[in-house]
């Protein structure tokens, strides 16, 4: 018995395999752009400090972080006390509201990619 088209199949594997971490590293590139895009949108502007500060980071092929490195970061984005501490301002939650959208798109994202690897 002989099977046809084995070798084309092997050699459809082998340029996913290689393509693959290249591909990948393009992908995650354009989401955490997007990442950033949203999470800007949603950033209150008080001088625009907060809202420009959004960067990405490489950390390698296969994983990216996005961050603000402005000292009251964290305050905006999950809430804080006032200074007399008898109040409480609610957190915008900037940040995790952009990456709950970002996440609904991955699966079509990486589909895509896949079977671009596949062709």
């Known amino acids: 018995m002989e099977i046809q088209g084995l070798d084309e199949f092997a050699k459809t594997l082998d340029n996913a395999s290689n393509n693959f971490e290249k591909e990948a590293n393009k992908k995650l590139d354009i989401i955490a752009s997007k990442l950033i895009a949203k999470v800007k949108l949603k950033t209150p502007v ?4 907060l809202r420009r500060s959004w960067q990405p ?4 092929n296969l994983e990216r972080l996005v961050f603000n490195n402005v000292k009251y970061a964290s305050h905006v ?9 008898k109040s409480f301002v609610d957190g915008v939650y900037m940040l995790e509201k952009s990456v709950k959208e970002i996440e609904s798109e991955l699966d079509k994202e990486f589909s895509i ?3 671009n690897l596949f062709k």
Request: aromatic fraction near 4%; charged fraction near 30%; avoid cysteine.
């Open 113 to 115: 990619m896949i079977d």
């Open 57 to 60: 980071k490489k950390i390698n």
């Open 77 to 85: 984005n999950y809430g804080h006390r006032t200074r007399g501490g």
């Open 46 to 49: 008080d001088s625009g400090l």
